[in-house]
């Protein structure tokens, strides 16, 4: 349905000729053959030509010898037709094999023809969006474009996605793309993202897949420039759809989605190891380890509880809501290991903690219109429960209305509006004692966690209702659980966000002369995003429990006032001009409050008053900036084959340092030249097209930082511990430890791209390809300072980062045998990325762990893994302790990479009739990520690769060497001092021998619960490369639209489709990883691949179906 | 006419295009370039308090704790806190305590001196220079060379030089000297102004003095300069009602015992005391032969105030967390309440004994103890609630520490014995303190004068055959400072001055 392109300008010039004839006729569209209106008609090699009317009609003078008429019309193929004698020529265009459409979108909403552009534009359709199966737009743009990376934050409903075009350009200022709606630009934030805490969402989710028409997504600086300083990390165009033109038809659509989800990847972990110590069992295990008795060894059958008060060893009682007791069991002894512990039964938490999730998607739109004006109205809901047992939900409700109306010939005017509701429910992850993966995959194999809340009652009767019982609390004896019960968590620990957004815009246009148009437009963004976060009293992150409530608002203003002009300077010259002015101002609010350790401890109201006034905490957070600017483009074509676009915009922004220089300009150019205009023979190469284009555009300070302030004083020590001024004394202040500076000015990149566009067989096959090469200068960053100096950073522009990429899009029609046809889309990209300068700071953090973070360092592409690595000499071997093992080195350096080094997508598309299938396949190629769960799973005795177990003789146990010391080990020297004699006097321990040069050392609980685990300082073991293939969508659909079918029923069409999505993935390390690669701990921020407790990812089925009358 | 058309419209480009930037800067302007939410400046007292609330964490945080595991106080047994409890220690461990006394502690104190400079208030003036000595020497300390001369001036030192540990020591002599003369210069009417330690009043005075004086002991013993010592510490805090104590409450993230809120609230189960030597010293079932109880000597009180063994997130022993707050117990010394002893008369008066007994000798050293059991038989620094009464700190008399004597069982000159017992009377006085990591590395005396006194007091290394040596430069230093020695440091090279 290429019907909504009807509102696009087509001007055509009718210039005085010598005519004979008269050829009339009709030209229809390729779908139903109803009418074509503003078809191009040109007689060829001349300057004459029309436009069809409103019913498909044309009239056209033509010379009495006839000649060719040229057929174009966007998105359909274009048809030449000898006119010989005829004087009646209908005609029915047909649809172009290519499945790009001619037709993209600028940064400022203006369509535009493909072919005339000398930069790289990725267009995805509407339907490719929705199709995905994903519930939000964002990650329904994975694959589909290249050059475009997608990394979402988790597989929680909702969750939020990192999106990064060409790689990463700045440094600690913001590297999501632009998003510009239907012309406007909108908010995409992603507000609170750390180490731990709740996955937050993206706000560019807020938009329902379906109301989109086509993304564009303008990769490069010259793209861009319209932009300015919000234009460095690409921009992200989204057009809405609009209603059809045709006839005043009203069509109206309705869709039913059904997905179910199911968990995906999964940490594989051992169930073989009891809770405990040194091979022997545990009931509240030390330091909450799994290196416990050996389960299949056991007795089997029930525990030997210790029921009787007043016995050795009676600790008191826990019953279960249901009246399931549980009671102390005796630890196990070096006599027997298994202690009072005889229960082989082990719980996987794939199976206590998941479940299948869902969303139902229901969305009905209406659009119509007719020559004068068109409407699009949809509502949609998309309610979805998370894979996750409970409180894991997203619930989306959108309403769009977009209306266009033609006034006049001269004036027309248009608005879009939505409205969207989010409302969600989310889980706590990451690094966090309270997270569901934390406490959930740390559990002993052998507790049930699906007891987890009951009555403790204590030795001497007294009862304690509604306690939390976890596995290192088995009891529910104490109010500490150290990590929450997964099962209890979730029901106790509850954390909601409630979004109500509004995005609208309006447009006037004015088209006084022939040659000129005036667009006024003006759009606002606006959502309110309330959110409560609750922990329970019990919540091992706080005891005591907190509440925090707090409102998130942003409101976005932007106007933009643009005239463009058309001239023909002559039969081989066009020009067209745009000049216009955009003002935009951006306001940023929050406000909220905590309290913590509550009076009222249970049935606990959303009461902030609920403790002590000095357990309450108000905070608040404001932020406002404005940008000013005045631009221009202007395109020249020479003779329709070598176009040129110039392009500047000034810009004053009221977040650079008003000590200097306020405005700052940023011009922009490119050529394309469609060099097959000059080829006679076009039979295998029917199209091509050279690009090059140069473009500055760059980035926006934050606001305040061109000043050092003064904060409330304090103490933090990064372990959670904490002092405030304001609880001393008369309180305090003092400066800030990050200098600010007035003379910021925005950071600057400066790009260069080269890259073609080849058609061949009658544009069966196309092909793209595009380098491009960028540095960045002056980036805005803290600068590290030495905390020596006082200052822990200074804001400047100081940063160099350079990149460069090659990008190839294809897209051919393998084969068409009558009826069916199999079509191939693909993808290939690779970008290269170097911090070239970072001012004086050899490492810069940007997100992650004090021992682990993703980094900017000088020399090394951005994002680097940087943490310590095993201590190694100038060779590059590895310095042994005196015993033999590896050794932690003293100071941190690069240890991984996150970049992948390329990344492919091939979709085939097979269709037969009314049936289609398309596959997605993906492959990103290398990129490291730091797994940083299986390390701490190496810790706690749980992940698969400790689930070994090493006999030696007797002599090699007593030379053999093991690590460290630990509570509960009875000797640290050697295997024999550690462990306990088999029968025949050698040694059976859990764990490995190895010789890493100076001869065997064990590798038992006493090395990785320290150095060789993810809690000893050596991260550089835990670092995995991020390689991996997978399927990402299968889709199977099913067009009902035969004639006998719509005259049967009066309905245009029913669509059936199935989607299978993320059904296979392999990769060398996805096993040890233990999660899809394609995560984030951090979220959307400048740091990347750190997988830490990440809650998981999912793998989904749909049923679709769309009535369409 | 036509050129001029020409130009004119030329003209009116520009002016057009000069109007929309003059437009674009006035609506940008609209909108302020400050934040509304921050100030841009605070008082005198205001900066003083900031400095007071960061030099507490810095005594009683991170790195007091570290402390505490390599000189066997406690143990760290879960999770990051194992291989610490190993000594296995990087860069990065550091980089909070060092950001913290740089960037909170000494430049808080600094923009103090200059704001009480301005006003002319050398009571607040001494005071900022006094906690800066204090806090720079503790740093050096641990830390061997660090930034002093160059440190907090970032215009002009982007890179500060690392200065010799012993040249910071001589400079906060410097300036607890200058501090000390300008509590003499004060006029009337200047106050302590932002000070919560005391009462901020310009009574305070002679506190201050005191206090100046008991760290220019501190400094002075660690010298060597034992005459120096004593006669600074006879200045010093001579009684407990002076000592510097960095107070907590009872609200999280707020003001709790930093050891508490760690143990308790952020971190439980990391740090026990399982397999310390200190618990088993003074615990009084304890059957270790070095264990302090005596015919004279009952320390079940200390004890009982210091650790518990209820194994509430760790086997055996663990500091004595328990709160009224919390746990419905009397607090202990790791007490959510529990005031910080920073710098206090139980120090000085250790430093006074042991600076008696290598100048003055067994006499003049076993007097001071003592007064400082005497001192511990009223109660001394427990509780009132964990304080059974008189009798458990019988004086010492010379026969004690003959040959064969209580405190003497393994025949060393009696002058030796009395210097075990009193650096062991300070090992278990600073419990937890920063400084006990300092006495650990200091070499003893007698025919201990080759040991470091955590061989004297017979403390086995948690790894390895002897105990760290320092603490290793922050990571971030070394990331952002090109004068930061390379490579730093390792764990177990001795300092210049406890070499």
């Given at each position: 349905?290429?019907?909504?392109?009807?509102?696009?300008?087509?001007f055509a010039?009718?210039?005085?000729?010598?005519q004979?004839?008269?050829v009339?006729?009709?030209?229809?569209?390729?779908?139903d053959?109803?009418?074509?209106?503003?078809?191009?008609?040109?007689?060829?090699?001349?300057?004459?030509?029309?436009?069809?009317?409103?019913?498909?009609n044309?009239?056209?003078?033509?010379?009495?010898?006839?000649?060719?008429?040229?057929?174009?019309?966007?998105?359909?193929?274009?048809?030449?037709?000898?006119?010989?004698?005829?004087?009646t020529?209908?005609?029915?265009?047909?649809?172009?094999?290519?499945?790009?459409?001619?037709?993209?979108?600028?940064?400022?909403?203006?369509?535009?023809?493909?072919d005339?552009?000398?930069?790289?534009?990725?267009?995805?359709?509407?339907?490719?969006?929705?199709?995905?199966?994903?519930?939000?737009?964002?990650t329904?743009?994975?694959?589909?474009?290249?050059?475009?990376?997608?990394?979402?934050?988790?597989?929680?409903?909702?969750?939020?996605?990192?999106?990064?075009?060409?790689?990463?350009?700045?440094?600690?200022?913001?590297?999501?793309p632009?998003?510009?709606?239907?012309?406007?630009p909108?908010?995409?934030?992603?507000?609170?993202?750390?180490?731990?805490?709740?996955?937050?969402?993206?706000?560019?989710?807020?938009?329902?897949p379906d109301?989109?028409?086509?993304?564009?997504?303008?990769?490069?600086?010259?793209?861009?420039?319209?932009?300015?300083?919000?234009?460095?990390?690409?921009?992200?165009?989204?057009?809405?759809?609009?209603?059809?033109?045709?006839?005043?038809?009203?069509?109206?659509?309705?869709?039913?989605?059904?997905?179910?989800?199911?968990?995906?990847?999964?940490?594989?972990?051992?169930?073989?190891?009891?809770?405990?110590?040194?091979m022997?069992?545990?009931?509240?295990?030390?330091?909450?380890?799994?290196?416990?008795?050996y389960?299949?060894?056991?007795?089997?059958?029930?525990?030997?509880?210790?029921?009787?008060?007043?016995?050795?060893?009676?600790g008191?009682?826990?019953?279960?809501?249901?009246?399931?007791?549980?009671?102390s069991?005796?630890?196990?002894?070096?006599?027997?290991?298994?202690?009072?512990?005889?229960?082989?039964?082990?719980?996987?938490?794939?199976?206590?903690?998941?479940?299948?999730?869902?969303?139902?998607d229901?969305?009905?739109?209406?659009n119509?219109?007719?020559?004068?004006?068109?409407?699009?109205?949809?509502?949609d809901n998309?309610?979805?429960?998370?894979?996750?047992?409970?409180?894991?939900?997203?619930?989306?409700?959108?309403?769009?209305?977009?209306?266009?109306?033609?006034?006049?010939?001269?004036?027309?005017?248009?608005?879009?509006?939505?409205?969207?509701?989010?409302?969600?429910?989310?889980i706590?992850?990451?690094?966090?004692?309270?997270?569901?993966?934390?406490?959930?995959?740390?559990?002993?194999?052998?507790?049930?966690?699906?007891?987890?809340?009951?009555?403790?009652?204590?030795?001497?009767?007294?009862?304690f209702?509604?306690?939390?019982?976890?596995?290192?609390?088995?009891?529910?004896?104490?109010?500490?659980?150290?990590?929450?019960?997964p099962?209890?968590?979730?029901?106790?620990?509850?954390?909601?966000?409630?979004?109500?957004?509004?995005?609208?815009s309006?447009?006037?246009g004015?088209?006084?002369?022939?040659?000129?148009?005036?667009?006024?437009?003006?759009?606002?963004?606006?959502?309110?995003?309330?959110?409560?976060?609750?922990?329970?009293?019990?919540?091992?992150?706080?005891?005591?429990?907190?509440?925090?409530?707090?409102t998130?608002?942003?409101?976005?203003?932007?106007?933009d006032?643009f005239?463009?002009?058309?001239?023909?300077l002559?039969?081989?010259?066009d020009?067209?001009?745009?000049l216009?002015?955009n003002?935009?101002?951006?306001?940023?609010?929050?406000?909220?409050?905590?309290?913590?350790?509550?009076?009222?401890?249970?049935?606990?109201p959303?009461?902030l008053?609920?403790?002590?006034?000095d357990?309450?905490?108000?905070?608040?957070?404001?932020?406002?900036?404005?940008?000013?600017?005045?631009?221009?483009?202007?395109?020249?074509?020479?003779?329709?084959?070598?176009?040129?676009?110039?392009?500047?915009?000034?810009?004053?922004?009221?977040?650079?340092?008003?000590?200097?220089?306020?405005?700052?300009?940023?011009?922009?150019?490119?050529?394309?030249?469609?060099?097959?205009q000059?080829?006679?023979?076009?039979?295998v190469?029917?199209?091509?097209?050279?690009?090059?284009?140069?473009?500055?555009?760059?980035v926006?300070?934050?606001?305040?930082?061109?000043?050092?302030?003064?904060?409330?004083?304090?103490?933090?020590?990064?372990?959670?511990?904490?002092?405030?001024?304001?609880a001393?004394?008369?309180?305090?202040?003092?400066?800030?430890?990050?200098?600010?500076?007035?003379?910021?000015?925005?950071?600057?990149?400066?790009?260069?791209?080269?890259?073609?566009?080849?058609?061949?067989?009658?544009?069966?096959?196309?092909?793209?390809?595009?380098y491009?090469?960028?540095k960045?200068?002056?980036?805005?960053?803290?600068?590290?300072?030495?905390?020596?100096?006082?200052?822990?950073?200074?804001?400047?522009?100081?940063?160099?980062?350079?990149?460069?990429?090659?990008?190839?899009?294809?897209?051919?029609?393998?084969?068409?045998?009558?009826?069916?046809?199999?079509?191939?889309?693909?993808?290939?990209?690779?970008?290269r990325?170097?911090?070239?300068?970072?001012?004086?700071?050899?490492?810069?953090f940007?997100?992650?762990?004090a021992?682990?973070?993703?980094?900017?360092?000088?020399?090394?592409?951005?994002?680097?893994?940087?943490?310590?690595?095993?201590?190694?000499?100038?060779?590059?071997?590895?310095?042994?302790?005196?015993k033999?093992?590896?050794?932690?080195?003293?100071?941190?350096?690069?240890?991984?990479?996150?970049?992948?080094?390329?990344?492919?997508?091939?979709?085939?598309?097979?269709?037969?009739?009314?049936?289609?299938?398309?596959?997605?396949?993906?492959?990103?190629?290398?990129?490291?990520i730091?797994?940083?769960t299986?390390?701490?799973?190496?810790?706690?005795?749980?992940?698969?690769?400790?689930?070994v177990?090493?006999?030696?003789?007797?002599?090699?146990?007593?030379?053999?060497?093991?690590?460290?010391?630990f509570?509960?080990?009875?000797?640290?020297?050697?295997?024999?001092?550690?462990?306990?004699?088999?029968?025949?006097?050698s040694?059976?321990?859990?764990?490995s021998?190895?010789?890493?040069?100076?001869?065997?050392?064990?590798?038992?609980?006493?090395?990785?619960?320290?150095t060789?685990?993810?809690?000893?300082?050596?991260?550089?073991?835990?670092?995995?490369?991020?390689?991996?293939t997978?399927?990402r969508?299968?889709?199977?659909s099913y067009?009902?639209?035969?004639?006998?079918?719509?005259?049967?029923?009066?309905?245009?069409?029913?669509?059936?489709?199935?989607?299978?999505?993320?059904?296979?993935?392999?990769?060398?390390?996805?096993?040890?990883?233990g999660?899809?690669?394609?995560?984030?701990?951090?979220?959307?921020?400048?740091?990347?691949?750190?997988?830490?407790?990440?809650?998981?990812?999912?793998?989904?089925?749909?049923f679709?179906?769309?009535?369409?009358? | 006419?036509?050129?001029?058309?020409?130009?004119?419209?030329?003209?009116?480009?520009?002016?057009?295009?000069?109007?929309?930037?003059?437009?674009?800067?006035k609506?940008?302007?609209?909108?302020?370039?400050?934040?509304?939410?921050?100030p841009?400046?605070?008082?005198?007292?205001?900066?003083?308090?900031s400095?007071?609330?960061?030099?507490?964490?810095?005594?009683?945080?991170?790195?007091?704790?570290?402390a505490?595991?390599w000189?066997?106080?406690?143990?760290?047994?879960?999770?990051?806190?194992v291989?610490?409890?190993?000594?296995?220690?990087?860069?990065?461990?550091?980089d909070?305590?060092?950001?913290?006394?740089y960037?909170?502690?000494?430049?808080?104190?600094?923009?103090?001196?200059?704001?009480?400079?301005?006003v002319?208030?050398?009571?607040?003036?001494?005071l900022?220079?006094?906690?800066?000595a204090?806090?720079?020497?503790?740093?050096?300390?641990?830390?061997?060379?660090?930034?002093?001369?160059?440190?907090?001036?970032?215009?002009?030192?982007?890179?500060?030089?690392f200065?010799?540990?012993?040249?910071?020591?001589?400079?906060?002599?410097?300036?607890?000297?200058?501090?000390?003369?300008?509590?003499?210069?004060?006029?009337?009417?200047?106050?302590y102004?932002?000070?919560?330690?005391?009462?901020?009043?310009?009574?305070?005075?002679?506190?201050?003095?005191?206090?100046?004086?008991?760290?220019?002991?501190?400094i002075?013993?660690?010298?060597?300069?034992?005459?120096?010592?004593i006669?600074?510490?006879?200045?010093?805090?001579?009684?407990?009602?002076?000592?510097?104590?960095?107070?907590?409450?009872?609200?999280?993230?707020?003001?709790?015992?930093?050891?508490?809120?760690?143990?308790?609230y952020?971190?439980?189960?990391?740090?026990?005391?399982?397999?310390?030597?200190?618990?088993?010293?003074?615990?009084?079932?304890?059957?270790?032969?070095?264990?302090?109880?005596?015919?004279?000597?009952?320390?079940?009180?200390?004890?009982?105030?210091?650790?518990?063994?209820?194994?509430?997130?760790?086997?055996?022993?663990?500091?004595?967390?328990?709160?009224?707050?919390?746990?419905?117990?009397?607090?202990?010394?790791?007490?959510t309440?529990?005031?910080?002893?920073?710098i206090?008369?139980?120090?000085?008066?250790?430093?006074?004994a042991?600076?008696?007994?290598?100048?003055?000798?067994?006499?003049?050293?076993?007097?001071?103890?003592?007064?400082?059991?005497a001192?511990?038989?009223?109660?001394?620094?427990?509780?009132?609630?964990?304080?059974?009464?008189?009798?458990?700190?019988?004086?010492?008399?010379?026969?004690?520490?003959?040959?064969?004597g209580i405190?003497?069982?393994?025949?060393?000159?009696?002058?030796?014995?009395?210097?075990?017992?009193i650096?062991?009377?300070?090992?278990?006085?600073?419990?937890?303190?920063?400084?006990?990591?300092?006495?650990?590395?200091?070499?003893?005396?007698?025919?201990?004068?080759?040991?470091?006194?955590?061989?004297?007091?017979?403390?086995?290394?948690?790894?390895?055959?002897?105990?760290?040596?320092?603490?290793?430069?922050?990571?971030?230093?070394?990331?952002s400072?090109?004068?930061?020695?390379r490579?730093?440091?390792?764990?177990?090279?001795?300092?210049?001055?406890?070499?």
């Amino acid at each position: 349905m290429k019907k909504f392109l009807l509102m696009s300008f087509v001007f055509a010039l009718s210039i005085a000729w010598a005519q004979d004839r008269i050829v009339t006729g009709k030209v229809t569209s390729p779908e139903d053959g109803s009418a074509l209106p503003g078809v191009n008609v040109v007689l060829k090699g001349t300057s004459n030509g029309t436009v069809t009317d409103t019913e498909g009609n044309y009239r056209i003078n033509v010379p009495a010898s006839g000649g060719i008429l040229a057929f174009s019309f966007i998105g359909l193929q274009s048809q030449e037709i000898e006119i010989g004698t005829q004087s009646t020529i209908d005609i029915r265009l047909s649809t172009d094999v290519r499945q790009l459409s001619e037709v993209v979108v600028s940064a400022l909403g203006i369509e535009q023809n493909k072919d005339e552009l000398g930069t790289a534009v990725s267009q995805v359709n509407g339907g490719a969006v929705s199709r995905s199966g994903e519930a939000t737009l964002i990650t329904g743009l994975s694959a589909k474009a290249s050059g475009v990376n997608i990394v979402k934050s988790s597989g929680d409903p909702g969750a939020g996605a990192y999106i990064q075009i060409r790689g990463q350009s700045t440094i600690t200022g913001n590297l999501q793309p632009l998003i510009i709606l239907d012309g406007v630009p909108i908010y995409n934030s992603q507000s609170g993202s750390g180490v731990d805490g709740v996955v937050q969402q993206s706000r560019l989710n807020d938009i329902n897949p379906d109301d989109i028409a086509s993304v564009e997504v303008l990769k490069g600086a010259s793209a861009g420039a319209l932009w300015g300083t919000r234009a460095a990390n690409g921009v992200i165009v989204i057009t809405t759809k609009k209603g059809s033109s045709a006839k005043g038809k009203i069509n109206v659509s309705l869709k039913y989605t059904r997905s179910e989800d199911k968990l995906y990847i999964a940490h594989d972990l051992t169930n073989n190891w009891g809770s405990g110590s040194n091979m022997k069992y545990q009931q509240a295990p030390q330091s909450g380890w799994s290196w416990g008795d050996y389960i299949p060894g056991r007795a089997g059958g029930a525990d030997n509880f210790i029921t009787t008060p007043g016995t050795a060893g009676y600790g008191g009682v826990f019953t279960a809501n249901d009246g399931t007791k549980f009671y102390s069991v005796a630890n196990g002894t070096n006599a027997n290991p298994h202690g009072g512990k005889n229960s082989q039964d082990t719980f996987d938490y794939r199976d206590n903690l998941f479940k299948t999730g869902y969303f139902n998607d229901i969305g009905l739109s209406i659009n119509g219109g007719d020559k004068d004006g068109n409407f699009f109205i949809s509502v949609d809901n998309l309610s979805q429960e998370g894979i996750i047992k409970t409180n894991s939900s997203y619930d989306r409700t959108t309403l769009r209305v977009n209306t266009n109306k033609k006034l006049s010939d001269i004036v027309r005017v248009g608005s879009n509006f939505g409205y969207t509701k989010t409302k969600s429910n989310r889980i706590q992850q990451g690094s966090n004692t309270s997270g569901l993966y934390l406490g959930g995959l740390r559990t002993s194999p052998d507790f049930d966690n699906s007891y987890d809340i009951g009555t403790y009652t204590n030795a001497n009767g007294i009862n304690f209702p509604n306690r939390q019982r976890a596995y290192r609390n088995p009891l529910g004896a104490s109010t500490a659980s150290v990590y929450d019960n997964p099962l209890w968590m979730m029901d106790h620990n509850i954390s909601t966000s409630d979004v109500d957004r509004f995005l609208g815009s309006v447009e006037l246009g004015i088209a006084p002369l022939k040659w000129l148009d005036i667009t006024a437009r003006l759009g606002l963004d606006n959502y309110t995003d309330s959110r409560k976060d609750f922990y329970d009293p019990l919540a091992a992150l706080i005891p005591g429990g907190k509440l925090t409530l707090q409102t998130i608002s942003e409101t976005q203003y932007n106007g933009d006032l643009f005239a463009q002009g058309k001239f023909k300077l002559n039969d081989d010259f066009d020009f067209r001009a745009l000049l216009g002015m955009n003002f935009n101002e951006r306001t940023y609010n929050n406000v909220g409050g905590t309290t913590q350790a509550f009076i009222i401890t249970q049935n606990i109201p959303l009461d902030l008053g609920n403790s002590s006034p000095d357990n309450k905490t108000p905070f608040n957070g404001y932020q406002q900036q404005r940008t000013a600017a005045a631009y221009t483009t202007m395109d020249f074509s020479f003779k329709n084959q070598l176009f040129l676009n110039l392009t500047g915009r000034a810009e004053s922004a009221s977040s650079f340092g008003r000590a200097t220089q306020s405005t700052f300009f940023y011009p922009a150019a490119n050529l394309a030249w469609q060099f097959t205009q000059l080829l006679s023979n076009k039979e295998v190469l029917s199209f091509g097209k050279l690009r090059t284009s140069f473009g500055q555009v760059g980035v926006q300070p934050t606001p305040y930082n061109t000043a050092t302030y003064y904060t409330a004083g304090g103490f933090a020590d990064g372990w959670g511990s904490q002092l405030l001024s304001g609880a001393y004394g008369n309180g305090g202040y003092v400066q800030s430890t990050t200098l600010g500076n007035a003379y910021l000015k925005p950071e600057r990149k400066t790009e260069v791209e080269f890259g073609t566009d080849l058609r061949f067989f009658n544009d069966r096959v196309n092909l793209s390809a595009t380098y491009f090469t960028n540095k960045t200068t002056e980036a805005i960053l803290s600068v590290a300072t030495a905390a020596s100096t006082g200052f822990s950073s200074k804001t400047a522009n100081a940063a160099e980062i350079k990149n460069h990429g090659l990008e190839f899009d294809l897209g051919a029609e393998i084969l068409k045998i009558g009826d069916f046809s199999w079509k191939i889309s693909g993808n290939w990209s690779m970008y290269r990325n170097k911090v070239t300068n970072l001012a004086g700071t050899s490492s810069l953090f940007l997100a992650g762990f004090a021992g682990t973070s993703s980094r900017a360092v000088e020399g090394q592409p951005l994002g680097v893994l940087w943490g310590i690595d095993w201590m190694k000499d100038a060779a590059g071997n590895l310095v042994l302790d005196e015993k033999g093992y590896p050794q932690a080195a003293q100071n941190e350096s690069v240890i991984g990479n996150p970049n992948p080094e390329w990344k492919a997508a091939l979709g085939n598309t097979f269709s037969y009739k009314g049936f289609s299938l398309y596959v997605l396949m993906e492959r990103t190629q290398g990129g490291d990520i730091w797994a940083g769960t299986h390390g701490i799973l190496d810790n706690f005795g749980r992940s698969y690769n400790t689930d070994v177990m090493t006999t030696v003789s007797a002599s090699d146990a007593a030379a053999i060497p093991v690590y460290g010391t630990f509570t509960g080990s009875p000797g640290n020297t050697t295997v024999a001092s550690r462990y306990r004699p088999n029968a025949d006097g050698s040694y059976t321990f859990r764990g490995s021998v190895e010789d890493f040069g100076k001869g065997n050392v064990a590798l038992d609980q006493g090395w990785y619960t320290s150095t060789g685990g993810g809690f000893g300082p050596v991260a550089s073991q835990f670092i995995k490369k991020a390689t991996n293939t997978r399927i990402r969508e299968i889709t199977l659909s099913y067009s009902l639209n035969s004639t006998g079918f719509r005259e049967a029923t009066k309905l245009n069409s029913i669509d059936f489709s199935l989607t299978g999505r993320n059904l296979l993935i392999w990769g060398p390390d996805v096993r040890y990883i233990g999660t899809d690669p394609e995560t984030n701990l951090t979220g959307s921020s400048n740091g990347r691949g750190l997988e830490y407790f990440n809650n998981p990812a999912t793998r989904s089925y749909l049923f679709t179906i769309r009535i369409n009358y | 006419m036509k050129k001029y058309m020409k130009s004119l419209k030329k003209v009116m480009v520009i002016l057009a295009f000069g109007a929309v930037f003059s437009a674009c800067e006035k609506y940008t302007e609209g909108v302020s370039e400050f934040d509304p939410t921050q100030p841009t400046d605070a008082s005198l007292g205001q900066v003083i308090n900031s400095g007071e609330v960061a030099y507490i964490g810095f005594m009683e945080g991170e790195l007091a704790r570290i402390a505490g595991m390599w000189t066997s106080q406690f143990t760290g047994v879960d999770r990051q806190y194992v291989a610490l409890n190993n000594y296995t220690s990087t860069a990065p461990d550091y980089d909070n305590a060092w950001s913290n006394i740089y960037a909170g502690v000494l430049k808080a104190l600094r923009i103090a001196q200059q704001k009480a400079l301005v006003v002319n208030n050398k009571r607040a003036l001494a005071l900022a220079q006094i906690l800066e000595a204090h806090a720079m020497v503790t740093t050096a300390s641990v830390f061997g060379d660090i930034p002093y001369s160059q440190a907090n001036n970032l215009t002009d030192f982007p890179n500060p030089a690392f200065d010799k540990q012993l040249d910071v020591y001589s400079a906060t002599l410097v300036l607890l000297n200058a501090a000390i003369a300008n509590i003499d210069d004060a006029v009337t009417g200047t106050a302590y102004e932002g000070d919560f330690f005391y009462s901020g009043g310009a009574g305070d005075d002679d506190i201050w003095k005191a206090v100046a004086n008991t760290v220019k002991a501190k400094i002075y013993l660690h010298l060597g300069q034992y005459q120096n010592a004593i006669d600074a510490a006879n200045l010093g805090i001579t009684d407990p009602s002076m000592d510097l104590i960095g107070p907590h409450g009872d609200i999280y993230q707020s003001n709790f015992n930093i050891y508490y809120s760690f143990m308790v609230y952020d971190r439980p189960g990391y740090l026990a005391a399982t397999d310390a030597f200190a618990p088993r010293l003074i615990d009084p079932s304890s059957t270790e032969a070095y264990n302090r109880n005596n015919a004279k000597t009952n320390e079940a009180d200390r004890y009982n105030f210091s650790y518990i063994t209820d194994e509430n997130y760790a086997s055996g022993y663990e500091p004595n967390y328990y709160s009224e707050y919390d746990w419905g117990a009397p607090d202990g010394y790791f007490g959510t309440d529990t005031g910080w002893a920073i710098i206090a008369y139980r120090e000085n008066q250790m430093i006074l004994a042991e600076a008696s007994l290598r100048v003055n000798g067994f006499g003049a050293a076993l007097d001071v103890l003592n007064d400082y059991r005497a001192y511990l038989n009223g109660g001394g620094y427990l509780n009132p609630d964990y304080y059974s009464g008189t009798g458990n700190y019988l004086a010492y008399d010379a026969a004690d520490f003959a040959s064969g004597g209580i405190e003497n069982a393994d025949n060393l000159a009696p002058a030796d014995a009395l210097y075990r017992e009193i650096i062991e009377e300070k090992y278990v006085s600073l419990l937890g303190t920063i400084e006990v990591f300092n006495d650990m590395r200091r070499n003893g005396f007698g025919s201990f004068s080759s040991k470091q006194n955590w061989a004297v007091l017979g403390i086995t290394p948690n790894a390895g055959t002897e105990i760290p040596q320092r603490f290793i430069i922050s990571q971030a230093e070394i990331n952002s400072n090109t004068s930061a020695p390379r490579p730093t440091p390792g764990l177990f090279e001795k300092t210049e001055v406890f070499n």
